[in-house]
């Protein structure tokens, strides 16, 4: 996600107005809603892709158990999760660096970031090695990696902002 601004600067009726606001619009339709920006589109495709990726691996865990008891069924389910959930992935990557690219970051936002970085790393790492596992050790043990991997990540990035 986007870093806070160091500053704010004093938007209408003294509001504080992040310098993402400022920027100019893309879409600004009349009447009293706020203007559409570049940076909105960014972090609504970095939030929606977190949303398949994160919740749609707690999803998943929360229905295999169930699934088990039909043949084939959960491994089905597990394939087709990965045709959106490796996509959004990638989306979540490059709207990462996107993000980077978009600001300045303190000292603090730095090694917060840096920290994220290291649980989006462990959670795709996981999530792969858990496609690949064999055993029921394996995927449970991976599939916990990549799950507490994505949590981390998605805390960390929560507290970006």
Avoid: C
Wanted: charged share 10%; aromatic share 8%; no cysteine.
């Amino acid at each position: 996600m986007g870093a806070r601004p160091l500053t704010p600067d004093a938007g209408p009726a003294g509001r504080a107005v992040t310098s993402l606001e400022n920027r100019p619009p893309i879409f600004a339709p009349g009447g009293s809603v706020l203007a559409v920006t570049t940076a909105d589109l960014r972090i609504f495709l970095h939030v929606l892709a977190a949303t398949i990726w994160v919740g749609g691996q707690i999803t998943l865990g929360a229905l295999v158990p169930a699934l088990r008891g039909y043949d084939g069924v959960a491994k089905a389910a597990a394939r087709r999760f990965n045709t959106i959930a490796w996509p959004a992935f990638a989306v979540l990557v490059l709207t990462g660096v996107w993000n980077i690219t978009s600001g300045d970051l303190t000292d603090a936002a730095q090694r917060t970031l840096e920290v994220k970085l290291v649980f989006v790393l462990l959670s795709g790492a996981g999530a792969f090695l858990h496609m690949r596992a064999t055993s029921k050790a394996g995927l449970a043990a991976w599939g916990a990696v990549g799950a507490v991997g994505a949590l981390a990540a998605l805390f960390f990035g929560v507290q970006l902002g």
